[in-house]
């Protein structure tokens, strides 16, 4: 394609992006007309292996049912529903006799399990502020959004297997009130492997190893961006949602937002150190620098909720314009029967795999909030049958920002990272310079630095600083938030082309390329 031609397409696209966020569709009486939601595809056979350990069932009755949590227990609240409702209640050929039978025998087979503790709310947040937030999606974007308090969990006893659950998973998704059911795998960090302490000095300054804060090809021309007005990330708020962190890292700012809990776990912590490094480093002349080192950073605990519940929370306390970090994976439907690398997280996927995840996304990306997430560590094609469409565009589209790990010198897919057309972008799978674990510096947690961050978890927050850094310069031209879409569709189109490989991981972003972009719409 020629400049010219990249150029326009890239102007085009930003500028339907502002039209798209100022003006849902609206009929000529001036009713809102909203796109309808996609239908949800059943699954058929139980999705995961017998032998992959889950954590909870989660069961989403159909948009318009009004099913509800209500004292102790789950209720039809037909007295209830709005006119809109009714309306999607009947798009199912659904009447309350029908639903009421059918939710009597999903609690029969919900107290079939395993289970921790009796069904509850998927997502924390009270009624009022889901709707409200939902509200507001629909309103912007002009589509259709899921009703997340139709959505509800079971936590499952530690131990508890798929096989345990899979009959039950079938028998709910095989009620006509049901959308989905399915059980959730327990999610990890994707990262991949990572260096030992050496014992060396603290207080060092590591910013010359960061070569992915170079210019292009080899990295993605950070130091540019920081040289033109808001293009530290100034202005945007960034919010990571995962296990734990380390706020007293002497190379961190401190955190505008702290929701949810963190588990008490070391290689949870250093992760997360490690990520918000990447991003938001301190520029105070020793240790690292972050990519997006003007930007407010929070964080959002999943220790005590849903990651689906987590992302809701990260979006609203990032805000439009802001960004959220999904940076985790879980072991999804198996497509390899086994993995020639990273044998430990062979099948492990991203999460908008799952429904309520993907809902939830879909929420904050309509609401203008830049969503990007770890494509995962799994070795595997995210184009394959076995995931039913989830990752095509033309079936679905969270417009979420896939990122996928390539190398830190030719752009390649790393031989464990998840590939396919999804997957818009990369970043480094390896050798990057941040906080955390301690191989550069040993001196005491708070002043551990490591040369070895690894994974789409080291390959993600490099371009969410990206994105901070795009949004930051837009904000100090005055041109506002940019939609979520146009914005991945710029990545894709400026960025430098990976190397050749049957592997699709997308271009590594190039600021130098975008920034121009930005400020010409």
């Avoid at 949004?471 to 940019?482: E, H, L, T, W, Y």
């Amino acid at each position: 394609m020629k400049a010219s031609s990249l150029k326009s397409r890239v102007t085009r696209t930003l500028m339907m992006g502002l039209c798209l966020m100022a003006a849902p569709a609206v009929q000529a009486s001036g009713v809102k007309v909203l796109e309808p939601r996609l239908s949800t595809v059943k699954p058929t056979s139980p999705e995961l292996d017998p032998e992959t350990p889950v954590q909870r069932l989660v069961v989403k009755f159909h948009e318009g049912t009004r099913v509800r949590q209500r004292g102790s227990g789950m209720r039809v609240m037909a007295l209830e529903r709005s006119l809109d409702e009714r309306a999607r209640m009947r798009r199912h050929s659904l009447f309350d006799s029908k639903l009421r039978a059918d939710l009597q025998i999903a609690l029969m087979l919900l107290d079939s399990l395993p289970r921790m503790g009796p069904p509850e709310r998927l997502f924390r947040q009270d009624e009022f502020t889901l709707a409200e937030r939902k509200s507001l999606a629909e309103d912007r974007s002009g589509k259709e959004m899921a009703d997340l308090d139709l959505y509800f969990e079971v936590p499952l006893q530690p131990g508890t297997l798929a096989r345990d659950v899979n009959p039950v998973v079938m028998q709910l998704n095989a009620l006509d009130s049901v959308e989905i059911a399915y059980a959730e795998a327990a999610t990890e960090p994707a990262v991949f492997s990572l260096g030992e302490s050496d014992g060396a000095s603290a207080s060092t300054t590591y910013e010359s190893l960061q070569g992915y804060l170079d210019m292009a090809p080899g990295g993605i021309d950070a130091r540019y961006a920081w040289t033109v007005p808001g293009g530290t990330g100034a202005g945007v708020k960034i919010v990571d949602v995962e296990g734990a962190w380390n706020g007293s890292h002497e190379d961190l700012p401190p955190f505008f937002y702290e929701g949810g809990i963190q588990f008490i776990d070391s290689v949870w912590r250093n992760h997360g150190t490690a990520v918000m490094g990447v991003m938001a480093g301190k520029a105070n002349g020793y240790g690292i620098t972050g990519i997006a080192h003007g930007a407010q950073v929070g964080r959002e605990g999943i220790a005590n909720q849903s990651i689906a519940s987590a992302i809701t929370r990260a979006a609203l306390a990032a805000g439009r314009g802001g960004v959220v970090l999904v940076q985790l994976q879980a072991v999804g439907p198996r497509t390899n029967k086994s993995c020639a690398c990273n044998a430990s997280q062979c099948n492990e996927i991203p999460l908008e795999f799952w429904q309520a995840n993907f809902d939830a996304i879909a929420q904050a990306t309509a609401a203008g909030v830049h969503v990007v997430e770890a494509a995962g560590n799994g070795s595997v094609n995210l184009d394959a049958p076995e995931y039913r469409g989830a990752f095509d565009l033309s079936v679905r589209d969270s417009g979420a920002i896939l990122v996928g790990a390539g190398t830190a010198t030719t752009r390649a897919p790393m031989c464990w990272a998840n590939h396919g057309s999804r997957v818009d972008v990369q970043g480094w799978g390896e050798k990057v310079v941040t906080l955390g674990y301690g191989d550069l510096s040993a001196a005491g947690e708070n002043r551990w630095y490591t040369a070895s961050f690894s994974g789409s978890s080291s390959a993600a927050p490099m371009v969410v600083g990206a994105v901070a850094d795009l949004q930051g310069v837009a904000n100090a031209a005055g041109k506002g938030p940019i939609d979520p879409r146009a914005l991945r569709e710029l990545l894709r189109a400026t960025g430098t082309p990976q190397a050749s490989s049957t592997k699709q991981i997308g271009p590594l972003p190039d600021l130098r390329s975008a920034i121009p972009q930005v400020l010409a719409r």
